[in-house]
């Protein structure tokens, strides 16, 4: 879903962690692949304690790798040959 | 979250509480408004920064002290011995159950200990506790005032109940920022490479139509498929005859060029025919080689580029310095560190703001960062860095190559405009020798084909596009293959960079929403405290900038002018009653964690009608028990007139008041019993023989007896006997007490039997003898503990020299009304 269509708002008749938790469902709508690491830090976040960006940046660039192929056979070697 | 009381702060060690043995132990009322008189320098904001150190882990008073100064070793009390502070907190949760006790210490080396009962998560509770409205002096509200607006903004974000989503944001855009994600992830380098593999693939393209055209006799067509191309390719080698034995059953990538070669070779022409074929293939190497050199319109814009980087790069101071600016940032960011003004490395402050300072020097390398990028791509796109084949050929024997270590120092951002106009001379200079010698190859090339049969020319020629076709294939497969592995990372981290953005954007937006919804429902709230407590027609105003974290202020009306500078025309008084209704307006919506204030002398600047009108806006329209769920209010004061309402006030069931006494070198205390508790640690001292800690307690107890006799018996003492010097003032009410026995004697007035005039003499006799003499000439020494501890037995006596058995033999005494009345 575009950003611009995803809109968070504070509940104040909710604490923090419920309020944060209604914010990491918007994650999960910007990024569901993605979302889940960044979620695990805004605890972290809000107690204004450092987070290690490196380490964040380093498991979500990890997360979207894509799938692992199957192992080529006879029939695609072949067809790498004839692809140039 | 859990929403805490205020049940009990015990201090010993910390700050001006000395209190060794003994802390002093203040109890408040949870259901009712506490206040807290006590004396100039007896150690009530003691109280203040104690409870403050345990909440925030520093003092900032102290710590922007200069380094002269040497701020934080006066964290610890200076006359405590045992070289740790220590403050506990005893909480009691709003909903009910059981209390829970903050233990908050800090030894002469800073450190920091905390540790909760019950199992409870210390740093959690704290954390919770730490709300901006909880600990409220002259300076904060002071300086909310006199705040830049940004400045004022955030710390408003606590007020709002917002401080937390307000760390949450900072989190999110630290983590968002782009600069540290392209340099984490190489992202400028990995751009280069895209451009670099991209170039490389429609350089091999241009090959590839050469060789083509001459193989094929055509043109490629751009719509014809790579296989159909490869195809027309192995039949028209097909179609030369001395070639079909070695192409048969071939696939086109397959066919061995060298012993296509060979084949030309052994078939005619003998020399001239292998000198054709390599002067053929020289040819090529320096076409091919030469093919996309920059113009030198390149090599202008390069240049210029590169100046723009030096000019950037001078605005910077090095490397040092960037880390400098970075760190000083994210400390200054902080809240933590709350004046901007101060900076972190010197501690001395300015009239402007440090932090801004430090953001614009980091600007400054962020602009050599872009400059640099954009140097590193136009090197890229122009092919500057695809030369090192020219290169090769060009070289003269023994001459060193540039282009290779050019190529790192680029990646790098190290090509000033020196070395910049060095490469562009130098590509221009082997350009000019490609050139040269192509002139030359070309005119022995016509010589050879003057000589040799036209035949055998095309089929040299047609043998040598093979050659070209095949290894241009190669080059574009190759580029390929990387093209798409360095789009596939920059796909990936785009994707990532792009999420984390919109998380932040959308997350401060909601923060943004939310102050400004608050800070709608403070205002009004916030205009009645006003009102209430100055009575004038004076409207504070709140204003946030959307979209920003600047909050201004201001006052909507200032009688009966509008919109008008609050900065610019109110007094101390009232600065302080708008900074007080703005705290008051947002705690009372919006507190949480800590449901208690301590105010620390916030009536300073206020006349004693204005003091009375804020003590009743607190007491009736802000704190428990007035307001049921409202924040228990602590009130901590020196101002005597004050002291008279609090007084009056604990008459009501609303109101908890209490006074301590004492002083830094000694104790804090209560009132209540607090000459007990000196009678008590002074004899303990004397028992294990440390003289030094207990005379000066010793005095403190005995003017405090002197005094409550001369009080209760109603004697008549000097005007100034409390003023004169203080190591002469217990001699001062011993001589006052006996004018005055003196005095009844004479007039056969005097209640006291022989006995006791005996007994007071006696005890006088001891107490100068054995201390006041010593002390009076500040000759410690002297002293011993068992001398003392006679002193102390004497000090007690005196009151059964003024006391009668009240009723007779009930072993009950009191003092006399006066020294000429029983009762």
Redesign the interface.
Same mark, same amino acid.
């Given at each position: 879903m575009p950003?611009n269509q995803?809109? /968070?708002?504070?509940d104040?008749t909710q604490? #923090? *962690?419920v309020? #944060?938790t209604s914010?990491a469902a918007? #994650?999960a709508q910007? =990024?569901a692949g #993605?979302?889940p690491h960044?979620e695990a830090?805004?605890q972290?976040?809000?107690?204004?304690s450092a987070?290690d @960006? =490196?380490q964040?940046?380093d498991e979500? /660039?990890a997360s979207?790798?894509?799938a692992p192929e199957p192992e080529a056979g006879e029939g695609d070697a072949a067809n790498d040959? +004839? +692809?140039? | 979250?859990t929403d805490w009381l205020l049940r009990r702060v015990s201090i010993e060690g910390f700050r001006g509480v000395n209190n060794e043995g003994a802390p002093l132990v203040l109890d408040f009322k949870l259901d009712r408004v506490n206040s807290i008189s006590a004396p100039n320098g007896v150690g009530k904001s003691s109280v203040f920064e104690s409870v403050l150190y345990a909440l925030r882990g520093q003092i900032s008073k102290l710590e922007n002290l200069p380094p002269a100064e040497n701020g934080r070793s006066y964290y610890l009390n200076r006359f405590h011995p045992g070289g740790v502070g220590t403050i506990a907190l005893v909480l009691a949760p709003v909903a009910g159950g059981a209390d829970v006790t903050l233990t908050v210490t800090r030894n002469a080396q800073g450190v920091h200990g905390v540790s909760a009962s019950g199992g409870a998560d210390a740093n959690e509770v704290l954390?919770d506790l730490n709300q901006e409205f909880v600990l409220l002096d002259g300076k904060t509200f002071q300086e909310f005032i006199d705040d830049r607006p940004v400045d004022r903004g955030r710390s408003f974000a606590g007020l709002l109940g917002?401080r937390?989503?307000s760390?949450?944001r900072?989190?999110?855009q630290?983590?968002s920022?782009t600069l540290? /994600?392209n340099n984490? /992830?190489g992202i400028n380098g990995k751009e280069q490479q895209k451009q670099t593999q991209r170039l490389a693939a429609q350089q091999a393209w241009a090959k590839i139509r050469a060789a083509y055209e001459v193989l094929a006799g055509e043109p490629l067509d751009p719509a014809l498929s @790579? =296989?159909e191309m490869?195809a027309r390719s192995l039949s028209a080698l097909q179609d030369i005859p001395i070639l079909a034995p070695i192409c048969t059953g071939k696939?086109f990538?397959e066919i061995p060029p060298d012993e296509c070669i060979q084949a030309a070779k052994t078939a005619e022409g003998g020399e001239d025919r292998v000198r054709y074929a390599a002067v053929l293939k020289e040819e090529t190497d320096w076409r091919d080689a030469s093919n996309g050199v920059p113009s030198a319109e390149d090599a202008t814009a390069l240049v210029e580029l590169a100046v723009a980087r030096d000019t950037a790069l001078a605005e910077t101071s090095g490397d040092v310095f960037q880390k400098l600016y970075a760190l000083s940032e994210q400390i200054l960011a *902080? *809240?933590a560190w709350p004046d901007k003004t101060v900076c972190p490395t010197c501690e001395r402050n300015g009239p402007n703001s440090v932090l801004d300072f430090v953001r614009a020097k980091g600007a400054n390398y962020e602009a050599v960062e872009a400059a640099s990028t954009a140097l590193g791509t136009e090197w890229a796109a122009k092919g500057w860095g695809q030369l090192s084949a020219l290169e090769k050929l060009a070289l003269i024997e023994g001459e060193q190559g540039k282009l290779a270590g050019a190529q790192t120092k680029i990646q790098a951002g190290g090509v000033d405009e020196a070395l910049a106009r060095e490469l562009t001379e130098w590509v221009a200079e082997i350009a000019k020798r490609a050139s040269e010698r192509l002139a030359s190859i070309g005119a022995e090339r016509s010589e050879l084909e003057q000589k040799l049969p036209e035949s055998t020319a095309t089929v040299v020629e047609n043998i040598e596009a093979f050659r070209r076709l095949q290894s241009a294939?190669s080059d574009?497969?190759v580029a390929e293959v990387r093209l798409a592995a360095v789009a596939?990372q920059l796909a990936?981290?785009s994707?990532?960079k792009k999420?984390?953005d =919109?998380?932040c954007?959308?997350?401060s937006?909601?923060?943004s929403?939310?102050a400004t919804?608050?800070m709608q429902a403070i205002e009004p709230i916030c205009r009645d405290i006003f009102q209430a407590i100055m009575f004038e027609p004076v409207v504070p105003a709140l204003t946030k900038r959307p979209g920003t974290e600047e909050l201004s202020i201001s006052l909507a009306q200032f009688w009966n002018l509008q919109n008008i500078s609050a900065q610019a025309v109110l007094s101390e008084s009232y600065r302080n009653a708008f900074s007080i209704s703005v705290y008051l307006a947002a705690a009372s919506l919006y507190s949480?964690g800590a449901k208690f204030l301590i105010l620390d002398d916030v009536t300073s600047s206020f006349d004693c009608g204005h003091q009375l009108h804020l003590v009743e806006v607190i007491r009736t329209r802000f704190a428990r028990p007035g307001v049921p769920d409202g924040p228990q209010v602590i009130i901590l004061s020196h101002d005597t007139m004050l002291e008279k309402l609090f007084n009056k006030n604990s008459h009501n069931p609303d109101w908890a008041h209490q006074r301590i006494v004492g002083n830094a070198r000694t104790a804090v205390l209560q009132q209540s019993g607090a000459a007990n508790k000196v009678r008590d640690a002074t004899i303990a001292f004397l028992n294990v023989g440390r003289v030094d800690e207990a005379a000066p307690r010793i005095r403190q107890y005995l003017e405090y007896k002197l005094e409550n006799l001369i009080l209760r018996l109603k004697i008549r003492v000097p005007f100034d006997v409390a003023h004169s010097s203080e190591k002469q003032m217990a001699q001062n009410l011993i001589d006052a007490i006996k004018e005055q026995i003196a005095l009844h004697q004479a007039a056969g007035t005097l209640i006291l039997d022989a006995a006791q005039v005996a007994g007071f003499n006696t005890a006088v006799a001891t107490i100068a003898g054995n201390y006041l003499s010593h002390w009076g000439t500040a000759q410690a020494q002297a002293f011993t503990a068992g001398s003392l501890l006679g002193v102390m037995q004497a000090i007690d006596a005196l009151d059964a020299c003024f006391s009668f058995e009240d009723p007779p033999a009930s072993g009950s005494f009191r003092l006399y009304r006066s020294l000429s009345q029983v009762n």
């Amino acid at each position: 879903m575009p950003e611009n269509q995803i809109a /968070f708002d504070i509940d104040d008749t909710q604490n #923090l *962690d419920v309020n #944060l938790t209604s914010f990491a469902a918007r #994650l999960a709508q910007l =990024d569901a692949g #993605l979302a889940p690491h960044l979620e695990a830090l805004l605890q972290t976040m809000s107690r204004g304690s450092a987070v290690d @960006r =490196d380490q964040l940046w380093d498991e979500m /660039f990890a997360s979207t790798a894509p799938a692992p192929e199957p192992e080529a056979g006879e029939g695609d070697a072949a067809n790498d040959g +004839a +692809a140039v | 979250m859990t929403d805490w009381l205020l049940r009990r702060v015990s201090i010993e060690g910390f700050r001006g509480v000395n209190n060794e043995g003994a802390p002093l132990v203040l109890d408040f009322k949870l259901d009712r408004v506490n206040s807290i008189s006590a004396p100039n320098g007896v150690g009530k904001s003691s109280v203040f920064e104690s409870v403050l150190y345990a909440l925030r882990g520093q003092i900032s008073k102290l710590e922007n002290l200069p380094p002269a100064e040497n701020g934080r070793s006066y964290y610890l009390n200076r006359f405590h011995p045992g070289g740790v502070g220590t403050i506990a907190l005893v909480l009691a949760p709003v909903a009910g159950g059981a209390d829970v006790t903050l233990t908050v210490t800090r030894n002469a080396q800073g450190v920091h200990g905390v540790s909760a009962s019950g199992g409870a998560d210390a740093n959690e509770v704290l954390a919770d506790l730490n709300q901006e409205f909880v600990l409220l002096d002259g300076k904060t509200f002071q300086e909310f005032i006199d705040d830049r607006p940004v400045d004022r903004g955030r710390s408003f974000a606590g007020l709002l109940g917002l401080r937390r989503y307000s760390a949450t944001r900072q989190g999110l855009q630290s983590v968002s920022n782009t600069l540290a /994600f392209n340099n984490h /992830f190489g992202i400028n380098g990995k751009e280069q490479q895209k451009q670099t593999q991209r170039l490389a693939a429609q350089q091999a393209w241009a090959k590839i139509r050469a060789a083509y055209e001459v193989l094929a006799g055509e043109p490629l067509d751009p719509a014809l498929s @790579r =296989d159909e191309m490869l195809a027309r390719s192995l039949s028209a080698l097909q179609d030369i005859p001395i070639l079909a034995p070695i192409c048969t059953g071939k696939s086109f990538h397959e066919i061995p060029p060298d012993e296509c070669i060979q084949a030309a070779k052994t078939a005619e022409g003998g020399e001239d025919r292998v000198r054709y074929a390599a002067v053929l293939k020289e040819e090529t190497d320096w076409r091919d080689a030469s093919n996309g050199v920059p113009s030198a319109e390149d090599a202008t814009a390069l240049v210029e580029l590169a100046v723009a980087r030096d000019t950037a790069l001078a605005e910077t101071s090095g490397d040092v310095f960037q880390k400098l600016y970075a760190l000083s940032e994210q400390i200054l960011a *902080d *809240d933590a560190w709350p004046d901007k003004t101060v900076c972190p490395t010197c501690e001395r402050n300015g009239p402007n703001s440090v932090l801004d300072f430090v953001r614009a020097k980091g600007a400054n390398y962020e602009a050599v960062e872009a400059a640099s990028t954009a140097l590193g791509t136009e090197w890229a796109a122009k092919g500057w860095g695809q030369l090192s084949a020219l290169e090769k050929l060009a070289l003269i024997e023994g001459e060193q190559g540039k282009l290779a270590g050019a190529q790192t120092k680029i990646q790098a951002g190290g090509v000033d405009e020196a070395l910049a106009r060095e490469l562009t001379e130098w590509v221009a200079e082997i350009a000019k020798r490609a050139s040269e010698r192509l002139a030359s190859i070309g005119a022995e090339r016509s010589e050879l084909e003057q000589k040799l049969p036209e035949s055998t020319a095309t089929v040299v020629e047609n043998i040598e596009a093979f050659r070209r076709l095949q290894s241009a294939l190669s080059d574009l497969e190759v580029a390929e293959v990387r093209l798409a592995a360095v789009a596939d990372q920059l796909a990936r981290t785009s994707r990532i960079k792009k999420f984390l953005d =919109d998380s932040c954007n959308v997350f401060s937006a909601g923060e943004s929403r939310a102050a400004t919804r608050r800070m709608q429902a403070i205002e009004p709230i916030c205009r009645d405290i006003f009102q209430a407590i100055m009575f004038e027609p004076v409207v504070p105003a709140l204003t946030k900038r959307p979209g920003t974290e600047e909050l201004s202020i201001s006052l909507a009306q200032f009688w009966n002018l509008q919109n008008i500078s609050a900065q610019a025309v109110l007094s101390e008084s009232y600065r302080n009653a708008f900074s007080i209704s703005v705290y008051l307006a947002a705690a009372s919506l919006y507190s949480g964690g800590a449901k208690f204030l301590i105010l620390d002398d916030v009536t300073s600047s206020f006349d004693c009608g204005h003091q009375l009108h804020l003590v009743e806006v607190i007491r009736t329209r802000f704190a428990r028990p007035g307001v049921p769920d409202g924040p228990q209010v602590i009130i901590l004061s020196h101002d005597t007139m004050l002291e008279k309402l609090f007084n009056k006030n604990s008459h009501n069931p609303d109101w908890a008041h209490q006074r301590i006494v004492g002083n830094a070198r000694t104790a804090v205390l209560q009132q209540s019993g607090a000459a007990n508790k000196v009678r008590d640690a002074t004899i303990a001292f004397l028992n294990v023989g440390r003289v030094d800690e207990a005379a000066p307690r010793i005095r403190q107890y005995l003017e405090y007896k002197l005094e409550n006799l001369i009080l209760r018996l109603k004697i008549r003492v000097p005007f100034d006997v409390a003023h004169s010097s203080e190591k002469q003032m217990a001699q001062n009410l011993i001589d006052a007490i006996k004018e005055q026995i003196a005095l009844h004697q004479a007039a056969g007035t005097l209640i006291l039997d022989a006995a006791q005039v005996a007994g007071f003499n006696t005890a006088v006799a001891t107490i100068a003898g054995n201390y006041l003499s010593h002390w009076g000439t500040a000759q410690a020494q002297a002293f011993t503990a068992g001398s003392l501890l006679g002193v102390m037995q004497a000090i007690d006596a005196l009151d059964a020299c003024f006391s009668f058995e009240d009723p007779p033999a009930s072993g009950s005494f009191r003092l006399y009304r006066s020294l000429s009345q029983v009762n």
